[in-house]
C-alpha cells in the first residue's frame, strides 16, 4: 500500500512537471497578435520617422498606415514634430466611432519606444491653427458656428468662407478634421452627432458663435 501511494504521487508529479514544460514552451512560442507586431515592426523602423520632413511626410505616414491596416483598415496616423528628444504618434479613429475600440487597444498593448510617446484620438488644440488642402483652409479664429438640438442629439453648423466653391465630401473631410482638433476626437464624434458646413458670406440673420468658444459650449452643454 505504501509502494503503491509513493508510485501514484510520483506519477503525478512527474505529470504535472511535463505541464508545466509544455505550457511554458507554448507560452515561449506563442505567436504576436497583429498589434504586437505592428509595434514590434514600428520599433525597429523608427529611426526612419526621426527623418520626417513637410516632403516626405505623406508617404511616411503612408507606410504607417500600410503596416497598422491588418490590425484596423480605416484608420489615421500623425506624428509630431521634435520636442525636447521626443515625438509622438498619434493614432486615430479618422471620426469613426466603429474604431474607437481598435485604436483603444492599440495604445494600451503599446510598448514603451524610446525617444516616442504614443497618444490615442486628436487632441483639443490649445491654440489657434490653419488646416489646409490646396485652397481650402479652416482657421478657428475665423469661423463660426450655431448648435442645433435635435431629437436628443447635438448638431453643430459649421460656418467657414471660401467653401461654397468646392467639393462638399471634401469640405465636410477636411472640416471634421479641423472640428476633431477643436474638441478633441473624442468629444468631436461622441457629443457631436452631425457636422454640416455653410459659406460663412452667406448668412444672414443668425445668431452664430465663434468656434473657439464651442469646447467650453459642448461642456457646459453636458453638465446641464
Not at 37 to 43: A, G, H, I, L
Not at 138 to 159: C, Q, T, W
Not at 181 to 202: A, C, M, P, Q, W
Request: net charge positive; with cysteine.
Amino acid at each position: 500500500m505504501y509502494f503503491r501511494r509513493i508510485m501514484k504521487y510520483k506519477t503525478l508529479y512527474l505529470f504535472f512537471l511535463l505541464f508545466i514544460m509544455v505550457s511554458c514552451k507554448s507560452q515561449s512560442t506563442k505567436t504576436p497578435s497583429k498589434i504586437e507586431m505592428f509595434w514590434m515592426w514600428f520599433d525597429a523602423n523608427k529611426a526612419s520617422f526621426n527623418e520626417i520632413t513637410d516632403n516626405n511626410r505623406d508617404e511616411k505616414l503612408d507606410t504607417i498606415l500600410a503596416h497598422l491596416k491588418p490590425v484596423k483598415e480605416g484608420l489615421a496616423v500623425e506624428v509630431s514634430n521634435e520636442f525636447k528628444g521626443k515625438r509622438d504618434i498619434l493614432i486615430s479613429a479618422n471620426s469613426d466611432k466603429e474604431n474607437f475600440s481598435a485604436v483603444e487597444e492599440i495604445v494600451k498593448n503599446a510598448p514603451v519606444i524610446k525617444g516616442w510617446t504614443v497618444t490615442a484620438f486628436r487632441q483639443r488644440a490649445k491654440e489657434d491653427f490653419t488646416l489646409k488642402y490646396k485652397d481650402l483652409k479652416f482657421k478657428p479664429s475665423k469661423m463660426l458656428f450655431r448648435p442645433v438640438a435635435e431629437n436628443g442629439k447635438l448638431n453643430i453648423e459649421v460656418y467657414v468662407n471660401g467653401i461654397k466653391n468646392h467639393n462638399y465630401d471634401t469640405v465636410a473631410y477636411y472640416g471634421i478634421i479641423a472640428m476633431d482638433s477643436v474638441l478633441g476626437e473624442y468629444d468631436s464624434v461622441k457629443k457631436v452627432g452631425i457636422y454640416t458646413f455653410h459659406e460663412l458670406r452667406d448668412v444672414k440673420n443668425l445668431q452664430l458663435k465663434p468656434v473657439l468658444e464651442l469646447p467650453a459650449y459642448i461642456d457646459s452643454y453636458y453638465k446641464k
